[in-house]
Every structure is written in C-alpha cells, then in structure tokens.
C-alpha cells in the first residue's frame, strides 16, 4: 500500500497493557523508532520501524499528531486481519460496527500469515 519501491516488510498488531496516557505512548513508540534507527523521510517511504497507535481501548483521542482509532485502520486488510485474530469481536469505537463486518465487506489487499500456527505471546 502506498509507496511501494522499498524492501519488503512485516505488519505486526500487538495488543498490550499500559498505564501510560495515549500521548504518553506515543511519545514512547517514537522514541523507540528513533532508537532503531528510523530517520525522517516522506509519507510512507521506506523505514526500519514504524508504530502506530491503532486503538487505545474504546477511546476516541483527537489531538494534534494523534487521532484513535487511528484513522486509516479501516483501509487495511493487513491491519484488520491481525487485529480480529486477536480479537474476533472487536467494534469500532465511534461506529460501534464489528469490525469483522468492515473486512467482509472491503477489497482488500493481499495478506498472509507468516508462521501459520504460531502464536507469540508474553510472559507475565
């Protein structure tokens, strides 16, 4: 999606616990992907990490430089699918639509599972 002459990579969803504030968090990812090397560049261009805050519970977060439910998230099959393997009845915060019911209904990019049966997932 988007620019394409760049090397090939992963889209991840993780889902997680955290006490900091949506802004906080973003803070922190951003540190995290300066950390791992990634430089300014243009829209979509090529990049070593890239995080996005897709949802933050049922919150709904517009501020300057962060809006939840991130606001493509519906665009994308390769965000939908690892999103609804981790929870198969998740609802859009401000549709209240499953969105199972958006995956159904769009034409989506290819997407594939990497390490078919192989669930990650952390310790506590």
Known sequence: M????????????VR??????????LAATRRIETRTGRRPSFPQGP??????????GRRVIEQPGLSVPHPRMLERGF???PLLELDPDLEHPVSGRRLSERL???NFERT???FPGIELQAGS
Do not use: K, M, S
């Open 112 to 114: 594939e599972r990497l």
């Open 47 to 56: 990049r070593i990490l890239d995080i996005d805050l897709l949802l933050y």
């Open 16 to 25: 997680a616990r955290t006490l900091l504030e949506p802004a906080e968090l």
């Open 79 to 81: 965000v939908l699918h």
């Open 2 to 13: 988007g620019y394409r002459d760049q090397p090939e990579f992963w889209n991840l969803v």
């Open 104 to 106: 159904e209904t769009g």
